[in-house]
């Protein structure tokens, strides 16, 4: 795995101000983004059902569903 420092600014598209700055991690393996626990909590989103993709931003955001999975 190869770690590329500070490297990204992750924001939700449609939020208003900037996101924050993260390291980005890339796996040979790994054919997905995935998001640690840490960047969702500064990104406020809550896992409601992970299993089925519902999640929500914020604590009284409405329910959303996941975007199918884009492989890279």
Not at 16 to 42: K, Y
């Amino acid at each position: 795995m190869l770690a590329v420092p500070r490297a990204l600014r992750v924001s939700i598209v449609g939020s208003s101000g900037r996101g924050p700055v993260c390291h980005a991690v890339i796996s040979e393996r790994e054919t997905e983004v995935v998001l640690n626990d840490r960047l969702l909590d500064l990104l406020a989103i809550a896992l409601i059902n992970p299993g089925r993709g519902i999640y929500r931003i914020g604590s009284r955001g409405r329910l959303r569903q996941s975007e199918r999975p884009e492989p890279w």
